[in-house]
């Protein structure tokens, strides 16, 4: 549909609203990497796949505090053999990588410690996110059209009139969180802990705040003022 040209018995303002709000977030996401190293490529293998397994159901064992757990790479292959050494003994490297997402930060902040106690255990992270269905988003959205219509008001006032009716709304930016990767620790690598040794201390996690923003363009009718 072709919008009516403004015109002196029909003018028009155009404005822009901004609605921008700083929310706790709502998920946590941490990646693992399970490590095994040795000359054999079958035994390195089998710690793999055994320390892998025990991670996954460590994870798992948290309920419904995860809300998402995927394998995100696996690898095993021979190390270069460093110069001046003979390629006799081969040693061989294996990897796994888990990305864990977690919704009750008071679990997160258990499971971190105990997954580093691991034996050739990494972790890293946390980067602190919302849902996409985030109720954040949509009030955003609510605060950039009510401030354009003030401005909009605003403009109108000024001229000693006010606004006829809504002739477009369009977004201008979709609405996003704050960048991810926002962190609270360092990657922690456990690569000479016991295997299996409990009593890892809780971390206390301070979740980073998110900001939402969100902004539309909004044109109008204006009745004519009385310049």
Same mark, same amino acid.
């Given at each position: 549909m072709t919008h009516p040209h403004p015109t002196p018995e029909a003018p028009q303002v155009t404005v822009r609203g901004e609605g921008r709000l700083e929310v706790e977030p709502e998920l946590a996401r941490i990646g693992v990497a399970v490590s095994a190293r040795g000359a054999d490529r079958a035994t390195v293998l089998a710690d793999l796949t055994r320390r892998n397994a025990e991670v996954l159901d460590l994870i798992r064992g948290r309920g419904a505090a995860v809300a998402k757990l995927e394998t995100g790479g696996f690898s095993i292959a021979p190390e270069r053999p460093r110069r001046g050494r003979g390629e006799a003994t081969r040693i061989h490297q294996g990897r796994v990588r888990v990305t864990v997402e977690l919704t009750d930060f008071a679990v997160l902040g258990e499971l971190v410690p105990e997954l580093a106690d691991r034996e050739q255990t990494e972790v890293d992270g946390p980067w602190w996110e919302l849902r996409q269905d985030s109720e954040a988003y949509a009030e955003a959205r609510r605060l950039a059209v009510a401030e354009a219509v003030r401005r909009a008001r605003a403009y109108a006032? *000024?001229?000693?009139?006010? $606004? @006829?009716? $809504?002739?477009?709304?369009?977004? *201008?930016?979709?609405?996003? *969180?704050? *960048?991810? @990767?926002?962190?609270g620790f360092s990657p922690v690598y456990a690569a000479y802990a016991e295997e299996g040794a409990g009593g890892a201390p809780s971390l206390d996690l301070e979740p980073q705040r998110q900001e939402v923003a969100a902004e539309v363009v909004a044109r109008f009718t204006m009745l004519p003022p009385a310049l």
């Open positions: 006032e *000024a001229l000693g009139t006010s $606004l @006829g009716s $809504l002739l477009e709304l369009s977004d *201008a930016g979709l609405p996003g *969180a704050g *960048a991810p @990767g926002g962190g």
